[in-house]
């Protein structure tokens, strides 16, 4: 059974970056059927789609994000994550990462991990 | 991007009903078209996707239909634990978009 589990701080301070990462245990972040994603969701509102990442190293992401957005696979950790740059009151969120079939549907999440930014 | 409106916005039943949600696409996205069910605390799970495939271990009471711009996910014999919010999800193109939400409650 694929899980996943994030990790990171939980408060970032305005205008600083927001950093987190997603382990994945029972499966392989290189396989090639697969994209990594992130997800958030505002308190009380609904999901946005932030991006994703092959482990070749490709990645999209949200016009309304790239600016600031990275979100990188590292094969050997079994891992990937999120980097959002320059962050306002309006990243506040909770931040899912998810596995993201090629067809474009998430079949697997994180629990989720609430990220407050504050002044 | 391409909008997604789902409708109603939320909607009261009772155990035993059979509720219809509708997911209306800004322009046709073929069948790619998914469906999430998210409880208070959780992570969304996957219900269907490609519009009308089950995902595995979701229970035969879901299920989807359309194609092009018009979407429907159907729970017959609603149990306890399906009174939760409902979202839709584009993925014919990135940047992939989700409906509002649809919120079930209990009557």
């Known amino acids: 059974q694929v899980q996943l589990q994030e990790s990171g701080p939980g408060l970032v301070k305005l205008s600083e970056t927001l950093s987190l990462t997603c382990t994945v245990s029972?499966?392989?972040?290189?396989?090639?059927?697969?994209?990594w994603s992130w997800i958030r969701q505002p308190p009380g509102k609904g999901l946005e789609w932030i991006g994703y990442?092959?482990?070749?190293?490709?990645?999209n992401y949200n016009p309304s994000l790239k600016s600031r957005v990275t979100i990188s696979v590292d094969t050997s950790k079994n891992q990937f994550s999120l980097r959002l740059t320059s962050v306002t009151a309006a990243d506040t969120a909770v931040y899912y990462c998810?596995?993201?079939?090629?067809?474009?549907?998430?079949?697997?999440w994180g629990q989720g991990t609430l990220v407050t930014v504050s002044s | 991007d391409i909008q997604m409106t789902q409708s109603p916005s939320s909607l009261s039943a009772s155990v035993g009903d059979g509720v219809t949600i509708t997911c209306r696409a800004s322009?046709?996205?073929?069948?790619?078209l998914n469906w999430y069910q998210q409880k208070p605390g959780q992570a969304p799970r996957l219900l269907i996707y490609?519009?009308?495939s089950l995902q595995s271990g979701v229970p035969p009471r879901f299920s989807g239909s359309g194609s092009g711009t018009d979407f429907t996910l159907t729970i017959t014999s609603l149990q306890p634990e399906d009174f939760a919010t409902y979202y839709c999800?584009?993925?014919?193109?990135?940047?992939?978009?989700f409906g509002q939400g649809t919120k079930l409650e209990i009557k």
């Open positions: 998810a596995r993201l079939w090629r067809y474009g549907y998430f079949d697997y």
């Open positions: 029972g499966g392989s972040v290189s396989s090639g059927s697969h994209y």
């Open positions: 990442a092959f482990y070749s190293g490709s990645a």
């Open positions: 322009q046709s996205i073929s069948s790619d």
């Open positions: 490609a519009a009308s």
């Open positions: 999800q584009q993925s014919y193109s990135t940047p992939y978009t």
